[in-house]
C-alpha cells in the first residue's frame, strides 16, 4: 500500500458525523428494510445456508503454516485440467460469519457459496461447472490484526496461482468486510509473492473502503487497530494507477446501505475511475446490505447478471 495521501473531500454530513452516529452508520442490521438487529442476522444466516454441497472438494487445503491458513475448493463436476476460480470472500466485520469454526454452520454456509456463486460464473465462455476457492481463514484467529488478515488472503491467492498454474483467470467476490478483502488485493505488489495472479475480474458488494470511521465504533473493540494500520488497510489510500492487464471490477451498493456505506462505495469507485481502472458503479434498488448479496440466487436478478459479465471479461 502506497503512502497516505490527501484525503477524497467528504460529503458535509460525514465531515460533521459524530462516534454515536458513525455507530449506526456501521450498523448494517439497523438499516436492513425487513428486519431489525440481531433479527437481520440471523434471518441473513438462514437465507444462505439453503442450497445443497458441491459433489467435488478439496477441503482444508493449507496454503501457509498457520492453523486457520486453509482453503476449501469446490472443484467442477466434470475433471478438467484448467478452470476459472472463483474466490469468495465473505462478510461478518472481519470477526464473525466464518466457515473456520468447522462443524454445521461450516458446512451450511458454503453450500450456499458453492451453488449460488457458480451459477453467477455459468456462462458460455467456461465450459462445464467453475471451480470456487473459499477465503480468508477465519478472521477470529487474528482479532486486533489487519494487517495479517490482508496478507492471508494474498498470501492465499498467491498458493492459488501457483498450485493450479492452468486456471484460466481468477475472479474474486466479496461481500461487505469480504470485499474490503477483495479490494485490498487489487492493490497488491505481487513482487515478493513470486507470482502475479490473473485476477481478471472483481465483484465488491457493499463494502467498506476507508477503516478509518471505523475506529470509532463498536467494530474496532476487536479488531483494536491503531489509526496507522486503518490508513495502510484502506483500499481508498491504496489505489494504484491500472496497469494495461487491469481487471474490471463491479462496485455494487444498496439502495437501503446506511449513507455512509453507499458514500465509501460511491468515492471508492470513483478513486478507481480516476486511476484509470474500468470500473462500474451499480446502485441496486429496493435491497439491504443482505438481500444484495442473498439475491445472486435468482438468474434474473440484475446482480447476476451484472456480474456474469465481468467474469464473461
Known amino acids: ?32 428494510r425487513r428486519l431489525r438487529g440481531d433479527a437481520a442476522v440471523q434471518a441473513h444466516i438462514e437465507a444462505v445456508t439453503r442450497a445443497r454441497a458441491s459433489t467435488r472438494t478439496a477441503l482444508h487445503v493449507p496454503y501457509g503454516e498457520g492453523d486457520g491458513e486453509r482453503l476449501d475448493l469446490y ?23 466464518s466457515p473456520g469454526a468447522g462443524g454445521t ?9 458453492t451453488t449460488q456463486l457458480p451459477k453467477v460464473g455459468a456462462v458460455p ?28 488472503v494474498r498470501r492465499s491467492l498467491a498458493f492459488l496461482a501457483k498450485q493450479y498454474p ?13 470485499a474490503h478483502l477483495a479490494a485490498m488485493v487489487l492493490c497488491t ?49 491504496c489505489v494504484t494507477q491500472a496497469v494495461p492487464a487491469a481487471c474490471e471490477v463491479l462496485v455494487a451498493v444498496a439502495q437501503h446501505d446506511s449513507p455512509e456505506f453507499r458514500r465509501q462505495s460511491q468515492e471508492y469507485s470513483q478513486a478507481l ?17 443482505f438481500d444484495i448479496i442473498e439475491k445472486l440466487s435468482e438468474d434474473t ?12 471479461g
Do not use: K
Open 75 to 97: 472443484l467442477p463436476e466434470e475433471p478438467s485440467d484448467t478452470f476459472p476460480a472463483f474466490v469468495y470472500i465473505h462478510g461478518g466485520y472481519w470477526q464473525s460469519l
Open 166 to 178: 492452468a486456471i484460466r483467470g481468477i475472479y474474486l467476490c466479496g461481500h461487505s468486510a469480504g
Open 105 to 113: 454452520g461450516r458446512r451450511r454456509w458454503w453450500r450456499w457459496v
Open 273 to 289: 475511475r480516476s486511476a484509470g481502472w474500468a470500473v462500474s458503479l451499480l446502485d441496486l434498488a429496493s435491497v439491504d446490505h
Open 125 to 152: 465462455l467456461w465450459p462445464g461447472r467453475p471451480s470456487l476457492a473459499r477465503c480468508p481463514p477465519d478472521p477470529a484467529l487474528c482479532p486486533g490484526h489487519m494487517d495479517a488478515m490482508v496478507l492471508q
Open 1 to 32: 500500500c502506497r503512502r497516505p495521501g490527501p484525503r477524497s473531500p467528504r460529503s458535509p454530513r460525514s465531515r460533521r458525523a459524530f462516534p454515536q452516529e458513525l455507530q449506526q452508520q456501521y450498523s448494517p442490521s439497523r438499516w436492513a
Open 189 to 237: 505488489d505481487w513482487t515478493e509473492f513470486g507470482v502475479v495472479p490473473d485476477i481478471r475480474g472483481a465483484v465488491l458488494v457493499s463494502g467498506v473502503y476507508d477503516l478509518e470511521p471505523i475506529l470509532h465504533t463498536y467494530v474496532n473493540d476487536a479488531l483494536n487497530m491503531s489509526r496507522e494500520v486503518a490508513q495502510r488497510n484502506s483500499p481508498m489510500l
Open 301 to 312: 436478478y440484475i446482480l447476476t447478471q451484472s456480474a456474469q459479465m465481468v467474469f464473461a
